[in-house]
């Protein structure tokens, strides 16, 4: 009772076919390639950009400048 048999399956395309016809899904099938060359399209332009890492920049926060004391942090001179 749950399984279709192959002529529900040609009924079933049949009906498809009446209600769209075969330009419809002609295109439609035209707009789906379209998408999935666009997709890898899309995905090769990744690809070629993540082949060129930026280079890395690194701030050392335990070196202090010569010179210049930590002392007047926090204090207001006018």
Known sequence: ??????????????VILL???????SDLMGDVAHGI???K???QDDEKTA???????????NEQASGTSRSD??????
Not at 51 to 61: F, L, N, Y
Not at 73 to 78: D, E, H
């Open 19 to 25: 209600f769209f016809g075969r330009g419809k899904i």
């Open 73 to 78: 942090v926090g204090s207001k001179t006018v």
């Open 37 to 39: 060359k666009a997709f």
């Open 51 to 61: 082949e060129k890492p930026e280079p890395v920049k690194t701030i050392d926060h």
């Open 1 to 14: 009772m749950g399984s279709l048999s192959i002529w529900h399956w040609i009924v079933v395309i049949a």
């Open 41 to 43: 399209k899309g995905m």
